[in-house]
């Protein structure tokens, strides 16, 4: 990124394009925290596996599932909210922050901004917690770090798996996933050859990478945080 900051109008822009996705029975379940400070950053940073992408955006934004304001608005109107205890209640709070968030990294690109999404955010979910003074039934789902990309550094687009793979027609058909993924993973190693880097097949790290429990480098206690910080998942 470049040294320079992102514009608090580029930020509320984002945020109103965050609002106007879609939300499940309008409940709007999500909040996102924008964080500037350098010291929370490299707290945050350190807590999602030492990530410099989260170190040097000039803005990170945290993306939070949020049942607490249904229930301080329960609380408030003496109402029961004991629905937002079921998984169900996670659930619908976890997809409307998704698509808030890619409503606001559609506007900040189409500003010229840069961005990459942080799924290490949920490495240490009680921690980032503590760190952001999040109440009970709000959690960050994930990060995305924001800034004006650096000119001078080469950027490329990462291939994908082709539609063939993905897309399926009334019924889910995979006797033909086998051919897709081959030929997917011939354009990805000529992509990272590109780039200067010899990896293993993309069938194998993406494998590896669900191996067991230890691979998901600390998400495999998610239930117990959840748990913790105020989700029964009933």
């Known amino acids: 990124y470049l040294d320079r ?14 609002q106007s996705a879609s939300t499940s029975s309008n409940l709007q379940l999500w909040s996102v925290i924008a964080v500037r400070d350098p010291e929370r950053k490299l707290e945050l940073a350190r807590l999602a596996g030492n990530q410099r992408h989260v170190r040097d955006a ?8 949020d049942l ?13 909210t004991e629905g937002r205890e079921y998984l ?29 999404y942080i799924g290490g955010m949920r490495n240490q979910p009680e921690a980032v917690a503590r760190v ?3 109440p009970s039934g709000a959690m960050v789902v994930f990060g995305m770090c924001v800034g004006h990309p650096d000119p001078e550094a080469a950027a490329v ?33 000529a992509f990272q050859q590109a780039q200067g880097r010899e990896t293993p097949p993309w069938s194998r790290q993406a494998v ?12 495999d206690r998610l239930r117990e945080a959840l748990a913790a910080m105020g989700f029964p998942l009933r």
């Open 157 to 189: 687009i990462k291939p994908r798996l082709s539609p063939s793979v993905v897309l399926h027609h009334e019924t889910y058909a995979s006797a033909d996933e086998a051919a897709g993924i081959a030929e997917y993973e011939q354009r990805a190693a």
């Open 5 to 18: 900051p992102v514009s608090d109008d580029s930020l509320l822009r984002a945020v109103a394009a965050a």
């Open 68 to 80: 607490s304001r249904l229930q301080r608005m329960g609380e408030a109107l003496q109402q029961p």
């Open 58 to 65: 000039p803005l990170l934004l945290l993306w939070v599932a």
């Open 132 to 134: 952001l003074d999040l």
């Open 88 to 116: 169900e209640g996670f659930v619908l709070a976890s997809i409307d922050a998704a698509l808030a968030a890619q409503n606001a990294a559609v506007s900040l690109e189409s500003e010229g901004l840069g961005l990459v």
């Open 208 to 219: 590896a990478r669900m191996a067991d429990g230890a691979a998901l480098t600390g998400r």
